[in-house]
């Protein structure tokens, strides 16, 4: 099961290579994401929190690990990952060409391909976020979808959204319980 | 995760077979792990990208529309198999006169198995299966029918 964590750091070879952006960092000491624990390797206690190393691409041989640095703990992580997945297909709304004013298409895709969700850059929020995922080894893909940052965890977890939380942090605290 | 039975109403591939045009009675089994983009379509069938080799990047995804509704698929995906590996009796060198060998192959390898008339009329069928990353193997198994493989998977 993905999980809603605060990342302090992530360094990695692409062009975007400061997903958790200094103005983020400077004003919060950390920025949301929700990741898929599938993708974690080197997985170590650091502080009250944990670093490991991320694949974005994990079919990929030549795609380099990120680094990354988290408030979640190492337990909460693995906690997360032994949580099964209301189903092993997730159904989401994909905004074609990633425009948020055209209609949505329902899309499913495999839990397995999902790397990560984002909110940065939304440009409906918080009615929607990116979603990154992988067609397998073949490509890489970032996708505008209509689904609340905070309701993903609900989608996963249920099938449908029926959260009522407006925060990450609220959201974090509910699927902790889930947990 | 693990084949299903479906009926292709169409497949636009890259590669150079065409399976839909041998498939006998146009059914095959496709292995739900290597579904990507399923959508429904107006008609209550489902379209989706179908990854023949998954772990190779250089193979680009077949699009597919199909008879199972996205339930259906849902189903199939979520349906534990009785072990992770199957086995399968493969005709040696093609041959289905020479005497088969028992092998043994992760289901998840398995890409898909089909039939054409001529293998109907045989009793067997083909499979392609991938050894991991590495190679892509087109070999005959002695099996009669598709939905005597999917009894030998789940029940």
């Known amino acids: 099961m993905i999980f809603l964590s605060q990342i302090t750091k992530w360094v990695d070879s692409r062009d975007s290579k400061r997903r958790s952006h200094p103005r983020d960092i400077w004003s919060l000491g950390y920025r949301w994401f929700i990741l898929n624990p599938n993708r974690i390797v080197d997985l170590k206690v650091r502080g009250t929190g944990s670093s490991f190393k991320f694949s974005d691409n994990h ?7 990120s680094y990354l640095e988290s408030n979640s703990t190492v337990a909460e992580i693995i906690a997360a990952h032994d949580t099964a997945y209301f189903s092993k297909f997730a159904t989401f709304g994909f905004y074609p060409k990633n425009d948020p004013t055209r209609v949505p298409v329902n899309t499913t895709i495999d839990v397995e391909d999902i790397a990560y969700f984002d909110d940065y850059n939304d440009p409906n929020y918080p009615e929607c976020c990116w979603l990154v995922y992988d067609r397998k080894a073949f490509r890489r893909v970032e996708q505008l979808i209509n689904v609340s940052f905070t309701g993903v965890p609900d989608i996963l977890l249920t099938g449908t959204t029926s959260t009522t939380s407006t925060t990450p942090a609220a959201t974090e605290a509910a699927t902790t319980q889930h947990v | 995760m693990g084949l299903f039975l479906t009926s292709i109403t169409d497949w636009t591939s890259k590669r150079p077979e065409k399976y839909q ?10 292995n739900t792990n290597r579904l990507c983009d399923i959508r429904e379509t107006t008609d209550g069938h489902t379209e989706f990208l179908f990854h023949q080799a998954p772990d190779d990047r250089r193979c680009s995804p077949d699009h597919i529309t199909c008879g199972t509704s996205l339930a259906v698929l849902r189903g199939w995906h979520d349906a534990a198999e009785q072990s992770k590996f199957g086995t399968f009796s493969i005709f040696p060198a093609y041959d289905i006169t020479a005497t088969p060998v028992e092998t043994t192959i992760e289901w998840e390898n398995v890409a898909l198995i089909y039939q054409t008339r001529n293998d109907f009329t045989n009793g067997v069928c083909h499979m392609i299966y991938y050894q991991e990353s590495f190679k892509r193997r087109n070999v005959i198994i002695d099996e009669n029918s598709l939905l005597h493989v999917l009894a030998e998977e789940y029940v």
């Not at chain 1, 079919?59 to 690990?65: M, S, Y």
């Not at chain 2, 045009?21 to 496709?30: A, G, Q, R």
């Open chain 1, 59 to 65: 079919r990929d041989r030549r795609e380099g690990n």
């Open chain 2, 21 to 30: 045009k041998l498939l006998y009675l146009n059914y095959i089994l496709l």
